[in-house]
């Protein structure tokens, strides 16, 4: 091919050889059964190995991957050329001589134009093209078509299907498909009706984009091609980038393709411009350019149609069996053929689609060929005549009907009629029909209806069609096409789609699987959340998190493999995520036992990988291991991903849902923080609020049905949750939106007031507080009965443990600790410590060990570790600890004498400190707490702030200094003249010698020795005038005063009103969440102020150390409930959940914009119903005009019957009798009675007259219904003749004819003599039976079992018969099944059995002068404990190990040959069962 590109330029008219009309986008036959054979292992170059391990680690480039490419390309995919050059009679389109492959001389390899003698001198395609490395391969750029840019390559027309989709989908980078679409059809430009037109398009495009399916068509810009390309480009044109991924591959023939010459590039070109010509392309074809890729096959020849016909087939049937896992679901790929149009070479596509199975969609009113099947599709296969297809073909073929010889309307008649005997694979799409408004739903319904009538075992059917809706996300077509009453689903059933739809994120289907009964308490084992978190995508965050505790655990464990998740692995992430106030969710395991209940559940089989679902619900002893919270694990699952719309859906299943909301709102909050895509943070930020909303939407219900109740969720001991509470949930998320609701204020105000009324007034408390007689009157009322009488003795006890009057107490201790300190500081701070500083100490000390108390309760467990880094992490525990550490520094110093005076400053500043900690007690008011938060946050700011002054502080007094004083050496004047004159400076003490005009030398050291004066600046020596640049130094001065005073100060100002503005927005919320941290630090703490609170420490001590009780929290703030009343309250809590959600869908409908969807959405379905009308109309007209027909043939019969029976009794002549009905009707009549004698009669053997012989490359003489009879005269009958391993074919055959009639097919065949070859086939059945030994009934009807066997070398199941050989009694066949002891008894069986056939045998081997006659005989074994039958059990065998016999359930689906199933038909019959 070398030549080829290297030679001279030849213009695109002298390619256009002279050749035969371009025909249909077709398929055809295979031309060898070794096209269908798995080619060995594809070569890799060393370079591609290294490349394809590397890039399993790496990520590669486009440079490496194109290097890859032409790597490997040039080793796997060859070329064809030719080697011989001969003349051809024919020349080109501009007169030149051409080669018989349509190539010109120069357009040959050089050695081509010198002819060898070995060659021979006629042209041999076998001989003289051979293959070489391909030279076409790369990217296409159609110039002129803006970025459209495809991938191609050449390949020869023998390259096995599996190196191609080797390239597709591991170099192209193409996803194996969930579907494959075959369009076929015209090549030819054609009009279509421009709403039908719209219809495919839509339809076709959407099926492929909602499903992931590959397009496949011939890949040129004419016909159906262009039809599709069309369709495509519309669609990326109203789509965004990522949804207009639609795969559209052409596969054309490389001779055939105009400017193919700029596609050849060795190296690969990348890209290759290619230029779309039609105007000058002539007899050749132009590629579309909204294909995306191209497959050009070629053979060596120039200008010849349909050569890539059978590589497409090849590979459609390759791609089609190839089984695509996803989601843990495993799949054969299904194909379907879409056909619009069409001429003779569609039909061929059409009717070797439905020989091998291939479901076809026909769009009716496209033209041709579509159009002949749609208008016959509806009538008995015996109405389908040659007269009748002779004059569909003049109608619709009016320009081409002269072409069709009587020859090819017997071949058209026979095809269309085997088409239609498979109407399972058939189905026309009509526009307006109902139910079929679009192409998309009309093509998936096709592959489900031929897959609900493909022959299978059992339940196997159902749950392949299941398994192509899930892989499709079509939950549509599930619910209208599976989901039906033809089929009762069990829950269990519907497990392995349930965890694939979660895998591949499909909530629709998850929804769809809880409506059919899916219990996710059956669903969710331990082994299925092991193999949901195996399968996070790698992308997630999560997944990551996952792995790092993975790897510290296999540095821990020095393991040499990477551990396999395990659940507590997911809880160590979830704790760090959760917060440590929760408990481990998965404890470990220990020594490989899972902490949960086992529970027994039914064996599931699955059709899925070994690695897959398959192992999740595999019977293990019978048990199988279920988790504590299904729901909870489905949602965690599920958040962690940030899949929103699965998370709401299992969301709505909870039961404790409150905590559920707050805990996901956390959840996603802490992995937010740690995410790096922003779009991907900013979607978890807002699905945590949206549930933090869920949880007040749930609470707003309760609180409103039940205060009490309400409350009692939120201290309620969540056991799902890792024994935490909704309240502490919410505080770790700081969901300050929950915690400021009105209900949950209420209940803290109550732990405020602790078992007092709230509605006390302070000044109250604080009289009773001084004068706590007052408790025994009615001036505080309690909220407890028992506490109502004045003389109890527990109202004191209750007043003093409140939190508010704890805190009052502490504040007085506070502040009396406050004026004592002061009083010492400043009147009496002896060297020896008074009776009053002896009591500070005491009071410090009563501090210290409360700080103590609080860094050392424990009561959730959480350990000492923990608890220091919660306690530390209190900004006010800090503060205490600074005060108290400065305190114990200031009273070291002050004990020693030479550090007295020392320590009285230190013990100073730690005042300062101890006055700074008042502020936490301002947190309590309303008005004063938030401004506290403002002070917080605003030095926060003054912090950053400080930086960006300090830049401008150092660098002013660096210079100033360096100008203005030379060599200053004392450190503290260099501090004093850098940072502390600078920092003055911005507040107007401007230092007075900076611009020499009033320098005083009294006020400086001229040489720095006086350690109270700074050094002065430069002088003159004379008269000591100072010398610096008093116009640099001003001009530095007004610029530093310039940056600092007006942009740097106004900028902290603008921070500080930012900071008031958005804090002061949240006033409210903020001030009632940190009102919670107040309420409980007092709630909790002994009720004693300092420092009488060390009676209460030491009672703690003696408690806790002494008699070893552990610390308990307060049942107010978190409460552990009975099993009966937590049962009750959550049951509670869903039901209010319920009416929540649907409050929620009846605000949404009533929402604005979803009422104008919602209009919009009418508004198009009124204006397709309005469009539709007259398509309808037109129909319910037809449909009445028939109607009308039979109801007036009927009246007519009826006349002429009462006619006769006039004419019998002598009323009137028949010269008298007048015309009853028009000759219309008299002709329907005939064809009617003549459609039911057909009918009446028995059919003609049909498997006999299959086109393609079995087991050769031999092709039948068509012959229709109504030629099949040797009585009926069919002069054109001329069949070929084929007897295996006989050459001689000129043998006459001296037999008579085939009984039956014609079959196309004269000779032997493949059977073993000619005339009739005796077969036996016993049907051996037994009654189908419950484990309790009942008969099984369905539909009232008893069901059988019937031995069937699957035979080596064979894809289907059979009955264990075959043909007898001579002097034989038992076929060779049931021999091979049964031991040869049994044989005499199996042949007594048969005797006592009972004949249901004998006689002809409608097999695929019969010929004329060959058949197959068979005797069956029904064995039936009515008793289960039969002996017979247990013997024939236990004397099964199979003498090879492929051989597999089994009991099956007689079904008319049951997957045997054709006319087995007809005589299980008359088992049945005769037994009176279900079949």
């Known amino acids: 091919m070398a030549m080829r590109g290297r030679s001279s330029k030849v213009l695109p008219s002298e390619l256009n050889k002279v050749r035969p009309e371009k025909g249909d986008n077709t398929a055809a036959y295979p031309r060898k059964m070794s096209d269908f054979e798995v080619v060995p292992n594809l070569q890799q170059s060393s370079s591609s190995v290294c490349k394809s391990r590397r890039k399993a680690h790496f990520p590669t480039g486009s440079n490496e991957k194109q290097e890859n490419l032409i790597s490997w390309i040039p080793e796997n995919i060859q070329k064809k050329e030719c080697t011989y050059f001969v003349e051809s009679s024919q020349t080109s389109d501009s007169g030149r001589i051409v080669c018989k492959c349509g190539y010109l001389r120069e357009q040959h390899l050089e050695d081509a134009a010198k002819p060898p003698i070995f060659l021979g001198k006629e042209w041999d395609p076998s001989r003289h093209i051979q293959e070489m490395p391909t030279d076409a ?222 479901p076809c969609v026909i769009v009716e009113g496209s033209g041709r060929v579509a159009d002949v099947i749609s208008e016959v599709a509806n009538l008995p296969v015996p109405k389908i005549t040659i007269a009748l297809i002779q004059k569909k073909l003049s109608v619709l073929f009016h320009d081409t009907f002269e072409l069709f010889t009587e020859g090819k309307l017997v071949e058209w008649t026979k095809k269309i009629q085997d088409i239609l005997r498979s109407r399972q694979l058939l189905t026309i799409f009509r526009e307006g029909k109902y139910g079929q408004q679009d192409v998309d739903v009309a093509i998936l319904q096709a592959l489900l209806k031929a897959s609900r009538n493909q022959d299978h075992f059992g339940h196997e059917n159902w749950d392949h069609q299941l398994k192509l809706a899930v892989a499709w996300n079509r939950v549509d077509i599930a619910r209208s096409e599976i989901f039906t009453d033809d089929h009762e689903w069990k829950p269990t059933d519907l497990h392995p789609v349930m965890a694939a739809a979660l895998i591949s994120n499909k909530p629709e289907f998850v929804k769809l699987f809880l409506e059919q009964g899916v219990r996710l308490k059956e669903f969710v084992t331990w082994d299925t959340l092991v193999y949901l978190y195996d399968n996070i995508a790698p992308s997630c965050l999560f997944h990551s998190k996952l792995q790092k505790v993975l790897l510290e655990e296999k540095e821990r464990t020095a393991g040499s493999k990477m551990p396999r998740i395990q659940l507590h692995h997911v809880s160590q992430v979830l704790r760090e995520l959760l917060g440590c106030s929760t408990q481990p969710l998965y404890p470990k395991p220990k020594h490989t036992e899972r902490p949960r209940l086992s529970i027994p559940v039914p064996h599931i089989k699955l059709n899925v990988q070994s690695s897959s679902l398959r192992s999740l619900y595999k019977r293990s002893a019978g048990r199988a291991t279920f988790t504590m919270d299904p729901v909870r694990d489905l949602l965690i699952w599920a958040v962690v991903q940030n899949r929103k719309e699965l998370a709401e859906i299992i969301w709505a299943q909870s039961q404790d849902c409150m905590a559920s909301a707050l805990a996901c709102s956390k959840i996603l909050k ?41 409350q009692k969720l939120l201290t309620r001991v969540s056991e799902a949750w890792g024994k935490t509470t909704c309240l502490q949930l919410a505080l770790e998320a700081k969901n300050m939106n929950f915690v400021s609701h009105g209900g949950v204020q209420a209940f803290l105000t109550k732990v405020w007031w602790g078992k007092m009324c709230v509605d006390n007034g302070l000044w109250r408390v604080i009289a009773c507080m001084l004068f706590f007689p007052l408790l025994y009157t009615s001036f505080i009322s309690f909220r407890e009965k028992r506490l109502q009488p004045m003389g109890c003795l527990t109202r004191l006890r209750a007043f003093f443990t409140a939190p508010v009057v704890i805190f009052l107490m502490n504040i007085l201790s506070y502040f009396t600790f406050l004026l004592l300190f002061a009083y010492v500081l400043m009147v009496d701070f002896q060297p020896l410590p008074s009776w009053r500083e002896y009591l500070i100490y005491f009071w410090l000390f009563s501090l210290v060990c409360e700080e103590t108390r609080q860094l050392l309760y424990d009561p959730d467990g959480l350990g000492v570790v923990k608890m220091a880094s919660l306690y530390f992490k209190d900004f006010w525990n800090k503060l205490d600890i600074c005060a108290i550490l400065a305190f114990i520094t200031g009273l070291t110093c002050r004990l020693i004498p030479s550090t007295f005076y020392p320590g009285r400053i230190i013990l100073s500043l730690a005042f300062i400190i101890f006055c700074l900690r008042l502020m936490h007690i301002f947190t309590v008011s309303k008005t004063l707490g938030p401004k506290i938060i403002i002070v917080k946050r605003m030095m926060k700011d003054v912090f950053f702030f400080l930086f960006l002054l300090a830049v401008w502080v150092v660098s002013f007094g660096v210079a100033k ?36 005009v009033n320098f005083n030398i009294d006020q400086c050291s001229p040489n720095g020795t006086d350690p109270y004066k700074p050094k002065c600046p430069e002088t003159n020596e004379d008269n000591k005038k100072p010398i610096f640049p008093e116009w640099l130094t001003v001009i530095l001065l007004c610029l530093y005063l310039l940056f600092t ?23 409210d919320q903020i001030w009632k969440f940190q009102r919670h941290d107040l309420i409980e630090e007092y709630h909790g703490r002994p009720p004693a102020p300092p420092p009488f609170i060390l009676l209460n420490h030491l009672q703690i001590l003696v408690r806790r150390g002494l008699l070893r009780r552990p610390a308990t929290r307060h049942k107010q703030l978190k409460e552990k409930l009975e099993k009966n009343e937590e049962a009750a309250l959550l049951s509670w809590e869903m039901y209010l959940k319920e009416n929540y959600l649907q409050h929620q869908q009846c605000q949404q409908k009533q929402n604005t914009e979803q009422k ?111 030629k099949v009879p040797w009585e009926v005269d069919f002069p054109l009958y001329n069949p070929p003749v084929y007897s295996a391993e006989h050459k001689d074919m000129a043998v006459q055959d001296p037999f008579s004819p085939n009984p039956m009639g014609r079959t196309g097919l004269r000779g032997r065949g493949t059977l073993h003599c000619f005339g009739p070859n005796h077969a036996l086939h016993p049907v051996v059945t037994r009654w189908r039976r419950n484990s309790d030994g009942s008969i099984i009934r369905k539909s009232l009807k008893k069901m059988l079992e019937v031995l069937v066997a699957q035979y080596p070398l064979s894809d289907v199941w059979a009955l264990p018969g075959g043909s007898l050989e001579p002097g034989e009694t038992l076929p060779l066949k049931l021999k091979w099944i049964l031991r040869r002891e049994f044989w005499p008894q199996f042949q007594n069986l048969l005797k006592q059995g009972t004949e249901i056939h004998k006689g002809y045998l409608d097999d695929p081997r019969n010929t004329d002068n060959a058949w197959v006659e068979t005797v069956a005989v029904s064995v039936h074994f009515d008793n289960q404990n039969d002996v017979e039958m247990k013997r024939l059990n236990s004397f099964l065998q199979g003498c090879d190990p492929e051989l597999c016999i089994r009991w099956q359930v007689l079904d008319k689906r049951i997957p045997l040959h054709a006319n087995h199933k007809e005589l299980l038909r008359k088992v049945s019959a005769l037994l009176g069962t279900y079949y």
């Open 1156 to 1266: 104008i969807r919602d209009i919009a959405q009418r508004v198009d379905i009124l204006a397709e119903l309005l469009d539709l009308d007259r398509v309808k109309r037109t129909g319910l007209v037809e449909q009445r005009l028939v109607s009308l027909e039979e109801q007036v043939h009927q009246s007519a019969q009826a006349l002429r019957w009462i006619t006769r029976a006039l004419q019998d009794n002598g009323f009137g002549s028949s010269k008298d009798v007048p015309p009853v009905g028009s000759s219309k009707t008299s002709e329907m009549k005939e064809v009617q009675l003549e459609g039911k004698a057909e009918e009446s009669q028995p059919p003609y053997h049909v498997l006999a007259r299959n086109l393609l012989y079995p087991g050769s490359h031999t092709l039948r003489f068509p012959v229709p219904d109504e």
């Open 670 to 710: 802490e992995l937010a923080k740690e995410e790096e895509d922003t779009d991907t943070t900013d979607d978890m930020l807002a699905l945590a609020e949206q549930y933090e909303h869920k949880a007040i939407g749930v609470f707003t219900d309760c609180y409103r049905k039940d205060e009490e109740r309400a």
């Open 137 to 358: 391969f790369g990217d296409i750029h159609f110039a002129g078509l803006g970025q459209k840019m495809g991938k191609y390559v050449r390949v020869s027309s023998d390259t096995p299907p599996r190196v191609i989709y080797h390239l597709m989908t591991q170099h192209w980078g193409l996803d194996a498909p969930n579907l494959l679409i075959s369009v076929t059809g015209g090549a030819k430009n054609f009009v279509m009706k421009p709403r039908l037109k719209n219809i495919f398009r839509q339809g076709l495009v959407k099926v492929a984009q909602t499903t992931g399916a590959w397009i496949i068509t011939g890949g040129s810009h004419a016909g159906v091609m262009k039809q599709v390309g069309e369709a495509v480009r519309d669609f990326m044109l109203s789509c965004s980038h990522k949804e207009g991924d639609i795969v559209t591959i052409g596969i054309a023939t490389w001779g055939t393709v105009y400017n193919r010459e700029s596609l050849i590039c060795p190296m690969g070109g990348f890209p290759a411009e290619y230029v779309l010509d039609e105007e000058n392309q002539g007899s050749l074809s132009c590629l579309d350019s909204n294909h995306s890729h191209f497959i050009l096959v070629d053979d060596g020849t120039h200008g010849r149609y349909g050569v890539e016909i059978p590589l497409r087939t090849r590979l459609e049937k390759f791609i089609s069996e190839q089984t695509k896992v996803k989601g843990g679901v495993a799949i054969k790929i299904p194909i379907v053929c879409v056909v619009l149009e069409g001429g003779p070479g569609t039909l061929d596509t059409i009717y070797n689609a439905i020989t091998n199975g291939t």
């Open 1045 to 1067: 005073n007006i942009l740097l100060l106004n900028l902290l100002i603008a921070m500080f009103n930012y900071t008031f503005q958005q804090v002061q927005e949240h006033t």
């Open 961 to 996: 200094q360096a100008i203005l004083i030379h060599n200053e050496e004392r450190v503290e004047w260099l501090f004093r003249g850098v940072v502390y004159h600078s920092y003055l400076t911005i507040f107007g003490q401007i230092p007075s010698y900076i611009d020499g």
